[in-house]
C-alpha cells in the first residue's frame, strides 16, 4: 500500500513542488477549516462514488464550498445512478479509510478501477489534500496532481462541477 511517506517520496522523485500542512486528524470540510489550514478556498472535497451495479467507480474532487449533483453529474459522465461507495469498497480500492478520501489513494488502485474527476475549479492553481493520512494537507499544482495520476495508469478528466 502506499503510504504517507511513499506520496512524498514519489512527489520528491518527480520534482513536483508542495507545500506540507500538519494537522489534527480531520474528517470533514468543516473540521478542516477549524484546524485552520492555510489555502482554505483551494482544499478539496473528496467523494468516492460507485454506480448502482458495483462496476464503475469514481473519485470525485470538487471545490470544497460546493455540492455535488449526483444526477448532473451522471449526466456528464454518462454513467448509471450514482451514490456513495462503501467503507468497505474505499479500503479495498484505495486502501483508504473513512476521512481519508484522497486523489492520492489512486495510486492503490493497481486495477485502475477508479476514474479521477476534478473540479475545472482547480485547474490553474493549487490543490489541497491529503497524503494517504488525514493528519497532513498537501497543497501542489492541480496539473501535476492528474499528470502525476495519468502516468501511473489512472484515467482522469477534469469537468465544470459548479
Same mark, same amino acid.
Given at each position: 500500500?502506499?503510504?504517507?511517506?511513499? @506520496?512524498?517520496?514519489?512527489?520528491?522523485? +518527480?520534482?513536483?513542488?508542495? #507545500?506540507?500542512?500538519?494537522?489534527? $486528524?480531520?474528517?470533514?470540510?468543516?473540521?478542516?477549516?477549524?484546524?485552520?489550514?492555510?489555502?482554505?478556498?483551494?482544499?478539496?472535497?473528496?467523494?468516492? !462514488? +460507485?454506480?448502482?451495479?458495483?462496476?464503475?467507480?469514481?473519485?470525485?474532487?470538487?471545490?470544497?464550498?460546493?455540492?455535488?449533483?449526483?444526477? #448532473?453529474? +451522471?449526466?456528464?459522465?454518462?454513467?448509471?445512478?450514482?451514490?456513495?461507495?462503501?467503507?468497505?469498497?474505499?479500503?479495498?480500492?484505495?486502501?483508504?479509510?473513512?476521512?481519508? @478520501?484522497?486523489?492520492?489513494? !489512486?495510486?492503490?488502485?493497481?486495477?485502475?478501477? @477508479?476514474?479521477?474527476?476534478?473540479?475545472?475549479?482547480?485547474?490553474?492553481?493549487?490543490?489541497?489534500?491529503?497524503?494517504?493520512?488525514?493528519?497532513?494537507?498537501?497543497?501542489?499544482? $492541480?496539473?501535476?496532481?492528474?499528470?502525476?495520476?495519468?502516468?501511473?495508469?489512472?484515467?482522469?478528466?477534469?469537468?465544470?462541477?459548479?
Amino acid at each position: 500500500m502506499v503510504g504517507r511517506d511513499d @506520496v512524498i517520496a514519489l512527489l520528491e522523485s +518527480r520534482a513536483i513542488a508542495f #507545500e506540507s500542512i500538519l494537522h489534527k $486528524a480531520v474528517f470533514s470540510i468543516q473540521e478542516m477549516e477549524e484546524a485552520g489550514v492555510m489555502h482554505g478556498d483551494r482544499i478539496a472535497k473528496n467523494l468516492f !462514488l +460507485r454506480d448502482d451495479r458495483k462496476r464503475a467507480y469514481y473519485l470525485v474532487s470538487i471545490r470544497n464550498d460546493r455540492t455535488a449533483d449526483l444526477k #448532473e453529474l +451522471r449526466r456528464m459522465l454518462g454513467s448509471r445512478p450514482l451514490s456513495f461507495a462503501s467503507e468497505d469498497d474505499l479500503h479495498l480500492l484505495l486502501g483508504l479509510g473513512k476521512g481519508e @478520501v484522497t486523489p492520492f489513494g !489512486l495510486l492503490n488502485d493497481s486495477d485502475h478501477r @477508479v476514474r479521477f474527476i476534478l473540479d475545472s475549479f482547480f485547474s490553474g492553481g493549487v490543490i489541497g489534500i491529503h497524503p494517504n493520512v488525514n493528519t497532513e494537507t498537501l497543497f501542489l499544482k $492541480a496539473e501535476k496532481l492528474v499528470s502525476l495520476l495519468s502516468e501511473e495508469g489512472t484515467e482522469c478528466t477534469i469537468l465544470d462541477l459548479g
